[in-house]
């Protein structure tokens, strides 16, 4: 979304009517605050020490490209999952096992973009089994395992550019999909860039998602190159079809600002996907080239592989009519939200100065009466008026995204006059609104794009924080705002500070994951080839260049500690495995000069830092992370002699250090305290 003030001032004045959008920002906001803080607000909120949050919430991090979790109500941070960026504090991204999450046709590509967390889903309903999130800018798909909170799956979608109207799922997540916002030459080729109109498509990914290590993509339809933007499933009724929005069918491929929002109505594109598979099924689909990766984690062994895949299935709805209608959709949608009875579908018109919203049986009757005004590209254009359910009048400026409290209410955000507005479904009246602080992109309500939304809380991710925390010089973090939607009116409860830029985010009651988080990885079933098992097993061994260190971490002490024989020239792999079977108990390594980040070892798993050194010398090595009271103890020393050397390769497992954990073990350790506390709850 659109993130600065300039721009959206000049989206305003280029198409929508004067609005004085410097009140937004200059007006007081602690008298503002006074007005919309009701009551015990506070204690609504506080959870007291000790005690869990009642919700986990994902949101996601934007162009940090991880996933922040927080807890709910209290908006306290959780922990970072690293997705598509690696992540020094974890060593993904950066240690051997870790790399090939991040291989693409590109190459290794350390970043992203995500926008919108998912969580999978049983019967239309989240099951805090997986959750799903979009690499935006090269386009991917991950798959979070909740029992670990670790990504365990990408998958790079091909034939794509911009995967921005993803990962949204299927109810029983079977499929999640992933859209091309930027419509490109399918296979993409050197074309000039004003041949668009002839050469540039857009494509549909679904993309199979209920096995986890087997995510693909399931086929692709070939779309009119506009902009595909967001998608929601169908439910209920309506499962089966899927919506995307489109924007930019004007096709235009210079200074969109202008030139995509010159038409009155884009399109919401309705797909049935089920007849998309019986046509991939009768053999009406083409095997396309298609370039992409797959990379996943072993469970066993905790190492990622990559495998490389070449061709899709590619369906053009030609060869499949009926497979896709166009709804004519004011004006430059955005959002595209299925309320829970799978009835309506809800567009987020950016531009519009209603919110549209299309009857889904209005639009089976339509299609059957072929009620088409025309066709693009072979695909139907039905009437506007044939699946108009209804348009909620003056709602606000600048609609994006709507979810849904599970009682026929829905919330919309409203980007450019910054309010959260609250209607109802069948008589589209405004209920309520709430003035946010500034410029609303996604709202989220536990569950409110699936069929039985948790309805409690409101979460309001601003784009714009101005003035609203403590000032960190030009950039300030983000800025979300908790809201009580359990009554006639919204209540204001909470601000709380995110970091990146949450597009989006999902939260889940906690007992649908608490019970099932990991505390340690299994030793015994440690398969990764250089898993040291026991501190006697420890040694140093070399390959040619490459040098392999097998060592073990254990409160307090690396084994083996002293290494020697390594020369200037070798690359050096330590792998070390973390032996402790106790919840918590993490150590780090990291050497002195390495040109990487530590890796953080989880109890039971098998972490390897390359290490290349460029000079001779003593370099120490020591557990980064606070494990114990001889924390500081836990350390070693690598010699570096020169190539050539006649020093020969050495690694000892030291006495001192044995003696060492008995001591340490006779000693309170902070994690074990922390450990007993959380387990008296
Ligand atoms: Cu509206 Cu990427 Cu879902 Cu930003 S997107 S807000
Ligand atoms: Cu292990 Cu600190």
């Known amino acids: 979304m659109i993130k600065s003030p300039s ?35 506070a204690s609504k909120v506080y959870v007291a020490p000790g005690k869990y949050d009642e919700y986990y919430a994902f949101f996601s991090g934007g162009f940090n490209g991880q996933i922040m979790v927080y807890g709910l109500p209290s908006g306290r941070l959780l922990k970072f999952v690293s997705v598509f960026s690696q992540n020094p504090e974890t060593g993904y991204g950066y240690n051997e096992e870790t790399k090939p999450m991040l291989q693409t046709t590109y190459g290794s590509i350390p970043w992203d973009d995500t926008h919108h967390p998912e969580l999978s889903q049983t019967d239309g309903v989240p099951d805090g089994r997986w959750l799903f999130i979009n690499g935006n800018n090269t386009p991917r798909v991950a798959r979070i395992d909740l029992k670990t909170f670790e990504t365990t799956e990408i998958l790079q979608i091909p034939n794509a550019a911009g ?9 029983n997540t079977k499929y999640i999909v992933s859209a091309t916002r930027f419509s490109v030459p399918i296979p993409n ?6 041949s668009y109109k002839q050469n540039f498509k857009g494509t549909l990914s679904f993309i199979t998602a209920d096995q986890p290590g087997k995510m693909d993509i399931a086929f692709q339809i070939l779309m009119p190159g506009f902009n595909y933007d967001l998608g929601h499933a169908g439910k209920g009724p309506s499962d089966g079809w899927f919506f995307f929005t489109t924007y930019n069918s004007e096709q235009a491929y210079q200074k969109l600002e202008l030139n995509a929002s010159q038409n009155d109505k884009d399109f919401i594109a309705a797909v049935n996907y089920r007849q998309a598979e019986q046509c991939v099924a009768a053999g009406k689909a083409k095997t396309a080239p298609a370039e992409y990766f797959h990379n996943f984690m072993d469970e066993k062994s905790r190492v990622a592989r990559s495998e490389r895949k070449s061709s899709v299935k590619m369906l053009n709805p030609q060869d499949c009519p009926g497979v896709v209608y166009y709804l004519p959709t004011p004006k430059s949608p955005h959002g595209v939200d299925v309320d829970p009875t799978g009835e309506y579908i809800v567009a987020g018109g950016k531009l519009a100065t ?28 039905l009437k506007y008026n044939s699946t108009l359910a209804g348009e909620v009048q003056k709602p606000g400026l600048g609609p994006l995204h709507t979810e849904f409290d599970g009682k026929g209410n829905a919330y919309t955000s409203m980007f450019i006059s910054s309010e959260i507005v609250k209607w109802k479904l069948g008589t589209w009246q405004v209920l309520d609104r709430m003035p946010v602080y500034y410029s609303v992109g996604h709202l989220m309500i536990p569950g409110g794009d699936s069929k039985k939304p948790w309805g409690k809380y409101l979460v309001s991710l601003n784009k714009i924080t101005k003035d609203r925390y403590l000032p960190t010089g030009p950039e300030l973090a983000q800025s979300a705002q908790l809201l009580d939607i359990t009554g006639d009116k919204m209540k204001m409860l909470l601000d709380f500070p995110t970091i990146g830029e949450p597009h989006y985010a999902q939260a889940i009651p906690a007992d649908l994951i608490k019970g099932n988080s990991q505390k340690f990885y299994k030793l015994a079933e440690n398969s990764h080839p250089f898993a040291t098992k026991a501190e006697a097993d420890g040694g140093i061994r070399r390959q040619g260049k490459n040098v392999h260190i097998n060592m073990i971490a254990i409160r307090s002490h690396f084994a083996p500690d002293n290494l020697e024989g390594v020369q200037v020239g070798d690359t050096v792999y330590f792998h070390v495995t973390n032996i402790e079977q106790d919840w918590d108990i993490v150590h780090g390594f990291g050497v002195l000069g390495a040109d990487n980040a530590e890796v ?32 500081q103890e836990m350390q070693g020393y690598v010699r570096v002699s020169a190539p050539g050397s006649t020093v020969a390769l050495k690694a000892n497992v030291s006495e001192r250090a044995k003696s060492q954990t008995a001591r340490a073990q006779a000693l309170p350790m902070h994690h074990e305290a922390a450990g007993a506390a959380n387990g008296s709850r």
């Open 7 to 41: 721009r959206t001032t000049l989206l305003v004045s280029a198409t929508i009517a004067v609005v004085a959008i410097g009140t937004l920002y200059s007006c007081s906001t602690s008298a503002a605050n006074d007005n919309v803080l009701v009551g015990n607000a």
């Open 600 to 631: 953080i070892i989880a109890p039971g798993e098998t972490r390897t830092l390359r290490w290349i050194p460029k000079s001779t010398g003593i370099y120490p090595f020591y557990c980064t992370d606070f494990c114990s009271a001889l924390h």
């Open 354 to 381: 209603v919110i549209p919203v299309h009857s889904f049986s209005k639009m089976l009757k339509a299609i059957a009466d072929k009620q088409f005004d025309a066709e693009v590209q072979g695909i139907p254009v």
């Open 189 to 194: 080729t050197d074309v000039p860039i004003d």
């Open 163 to 171: 995967g921005h109207a993803s990962p949204f799922t299927t109810p």
